[in-house]
């Protein structure tokens, strides 16, 4: 069992930064960012092989999130740029073996998830 723990959310204005940081118990081959609105599904942001280190990113935050990690923390980051009011949802920090390069943002794949950490952009 993977237990995951979610800090760095908070409220900022449109254009703004944060860093969301998740930090693993254990190691999983996947770890990865989900984020939930009000009133809508939860979605997948980004998600890393902690194995070699291929990111993929949804086509809605590419080029303004960053994943990353650090294997000697067993943490996982999400640094986030260029916020906008879409941007405001709970995130969730997610692990597990079973996503691929083409279900990383399959919530069903994911074994371990954490609280959430609110981000609210204004």
């Known amino acids: 069992h993977v237990q995951l723990v979610e800090s760095g959310g908070g409220s900022v204005q449109a254009g703004g930064s944060l860093r969301l940081s998740c930090a693993a118990s254990?190691?999983?081959?996947?770890l990865a960012w989900f984020r939930q609105a009000p009133g809508k599904q939860r979605e997948g942001v980004a998600a890393?092989?902690?194995?070699?280190?291929?990111?993929y990113y949804h086509v809605l935050v590419k080029g303004r999130f960053t994943i990353s990690q650090d294997n000697a923390k067993n943490t996982v980051y999400l640094q986030m740029i260029s916020l906008n009011p879409e941007d405001t949802a709970m995130y969730y920090c997610?692990?597990?073996?079973?996503?691929?390069?083409?279900?990383?943002?399959?919530?069903?794949?994911?074994?371990?998830w954490g609280q959430g950490t609110q981000v609210t952009v204004s």
């Open positions: 890393i092989y902690t194995g070699g280190g291929t990111t």
């Open positions: 254990g190691y999983t081959s996947w």
């Open positions: 997610a692990a597990g073996t079973r996503p691929s390069g083409g279900t990383w943002y399959f919530r069903s794949k994911y074994d371990y």
